[in-house]
C-alpha cells in the first residue's frame, strides 16, 4: 500500500507568481482534501475533491483552484501569490470521504 | 460557523503523571470530533476519533455535548507521548472538510 505523497518539498515564488503543488492519494483512495497550515496554526480546509468534483470548499479566495484526475492524484493551484500564501500546503486522502484520513508530508510554499 | 479551540499552546508533565489536553468547539449540528497527533519529523495522523470510542496508546477522549468538549486524557505519560496533538471538527457525514485547533505542544520530561 503506498502512501500519500506531495510534490515538490518545498518551493519558493515571488509575490505575482502562480503556483501549482501535486498531491498522489494513497492507493484505493479516491477523496482528495487539501490544507494551508500557517506557522504555529493549525490546519486550514480548502477544498475537498471526490471523483473529480469539487466537493466542499472553506473561505478561501478563487484564485485559490484545484484538479482532481482519472487516478485520483490532485492539483492546487494558486494565482496572483500574496506573501501570506506562505505556509505548509498539506493534503488528505480517504475513501469516499470518510473514514481515517491520511495526511501527506506536505509542501513547504514561501512566497517573497 | 464551526469553531475549535485549543487553550493550551504548551503542556509539560513529568512522566508517569496524568495529563489532559483540552478542546472546545462549537458547532450547531451533531459533530464528528477528532484527535489528530504529529509525532517529530512525522505527518499529521490520527490518534483516535469520538464515535470509536477506543483508548489508543492509552489516550481517551470523552465528548461532552453539555460542555461542547472533547478533552484527551491518559492517566500515565510517556516520554513518547512528547507532540503536537490536534483537536478537530468534521461537521456533516465527511471527514475530510476538517476544522482544527490551533494544536497543543505537549511535553513529557523524564
Known amino acids: 500500500e503506498t502512501g500519500v505523497t506531495q510534490s515538490p518539498t518545498h518551493l519558493i515564488k515571488t509575490r505575482g507568481q502562480q503556483v501549482t503543488l501535486r498531491c498522489s492519494s494513497q492507493s484505493g483512495h479516491n477523496t482528495v482534501s487539501w490544507y494551508q497550515q500557517a506557522l504555529g496554526q493549525g490546519p486550514q480546509f480548502i477544498f475537498q475533491y471526490y471523483r473529480e468534483e469539487e466537493n466542499g470548499r472553506g473561505n478561501f479566495p478563487p484564485r485559490f483552484s484545484g484538479l482532481q484526475f482519472p487516478n485520483y492524484s490532485s492539483e492546487l493551484n494558486v494565482n496572483a501569490l500574496e506573501l501570506d500564501d506562505s505556509a505548509l500546503y498539506l493534503c488528505?486522502?480517504?475513501?469516499?470521504?470518510?473514514?481515517?484520513?491520511?495526511f501527506g508530508p506536505g509542501t513547504r510554499l514561501t512566497v517573497t | 460557523a464551526q469553531r475549535v479551540t485549543q487553550p493550551e499552546k504548551l503542556l509539560s508533565v513529568f512522566k508517569g503523571a496524568p495529563v489532559e489536553l483540552k478542546c472546545n468547539y462549537s458547532?450547531?449540528?451533531?459533530?464528528?470530533l477528532f484527535w489528530y497527533v504529529q509525532y517529530s519529523r512525522q505527518r499529521l495522523q490520527l490518534l483516535l476519533r469520538?464515535?470509536s470510542r477506543e483508548s489508543i496508546k492509552g489516550f481517551t477522549a470523552d465528548l461532552n455535548k453539555g460542555e461542547t468538549s472533547f478533552h484527551l486524557k491518559k492517566p500515565f505519560a510517556q516520554e513518547e507521548d512528547s507532540a503536537m496533538y490536534y483537536c478537530a471538527l468534521a461537521g456533516g457525514t465527511s471527514y475530510g472538510k476538517l476544522t482544527f485547533g490551533q494544536g497543543t505542544i505537549l511535553t513529557v520530561h523524564p
Open positions: 488528505a486522502s480517504s475513501l469516499d470521504g470518510l473514514g481515517e484520513q491520511y
Open positions: 458547532y450547531s449540528g451533531s459533530p464528528e
Open positions: 469520538h464515535i
